[in-house]
């Protein structure tokens, strides 16, 4: 495997628990959550396809390309650990739908980042939602569902809160 | 389409297009060339895939994943308009492989660049060899293939010099 096998796998993996995601949450009316933005495709992919809900963003640093940059009201800057809970507790609502993609080149760091980031992400899932990471995350109430067709095991992870 | 779809589409097609032209000059003893070398994804590709014949990479400014950078005798270092005539002059070899990825967001600017630089790469490319390209090019001898199995139309683009 080529770095460019294991981009290509984990982009094609990604896109299609996201569309997966969406697709099995169709009708609630929680928002969905995008935890980073980086270079925004993602995020454009999310929000083509995500209508009936309100989409914010957790971000530290906008680096985004322009076509792919949320609105004021997506955008909410900072430290998710800090973020997350005050949005939680600003809206009062959970998200029917969160997607993240919080990785850098050290699959040590990932994975204790994942570990970290578990409950917090648990948390703020509502019954019934759907979780779509990158890497392989730490739930205690999550259901891991199998992948969908085009997902390749190990590139992404897609996990469900019991309804 | 969204930008990770537009993404996915480019790497799929690139690598299709890669491997087709790695296949398709197996035997030829000249050198690969990648102009542009970005973050390191399809040199790192056409590395692991590449053995038996010299292979120079071409770019401004070395910014790579650490994991894929080009040795010191790989890397041609300052703007391909100089340094590609420099090295066919120093080697007296042409190349049996060319693949160039030098575009960035900007279409028009991409398709201008793409006519500047297509009779540089005609000329650096020997009887029989393939050229892949990310952009459509301006050549006058050589023939534009078929794309292989997986490529989509307009992603990549790939060409052959008569032998
Ligand atoms: C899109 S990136 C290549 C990405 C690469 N294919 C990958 O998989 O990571 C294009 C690169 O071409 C380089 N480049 C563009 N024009 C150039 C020129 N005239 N001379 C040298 N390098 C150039 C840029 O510096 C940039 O790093
Ligand atoms: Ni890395
Ligand atoms: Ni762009």
Avoid: W
């Avoid at 809900?53 to 900072?78: I, K, M, N």
Wanted: net charge negative.
């Amino acid at each position: 495997m080529t770095r460019l096998d294991l981009f290509i796998g984990r982009m094609v993996s990604q896109r299609a628990c996201i569309d997966r995601a969406i697709a099995l949450t169709q009708g609630m009316t929680e928002p969905v959550f995008e935890l980073g933005l980086g270079n925004g495709r993602t995020f454009d992919h999310i929000r083509a396809n995500v209508h009936d809900r309100p989409l914010y963003v957790f971000e530290r640093t906008v680096a985004s390309h322009p076509s792919s940059t949320p609105s004021d009201e997506q955008l909410v800057l900072g430290d998710i650990f800090e973020t997350l809970p005050a949005l939680l507790e600003r809206t009062g609502k959970k998200a029917s739908f969160i997607h993240a993609d919080l990785g850098g080149h050290n699959p040590a760091k990932n994975d204790e980042f994942a570990r970290t980031i578990s409950p917090l992400i648990e948390g703020a899932l509502a019954p019934g939602g759907i979780m779509v990471a990158s890497d392989a995350m730490y739930f205690d109430g999550l259901t891991e569902l199998p992948l969908p067709e085009g997902a390749f095991v190990d590139r992404a992870f897609i996990y469900q809160k019991p309804a």
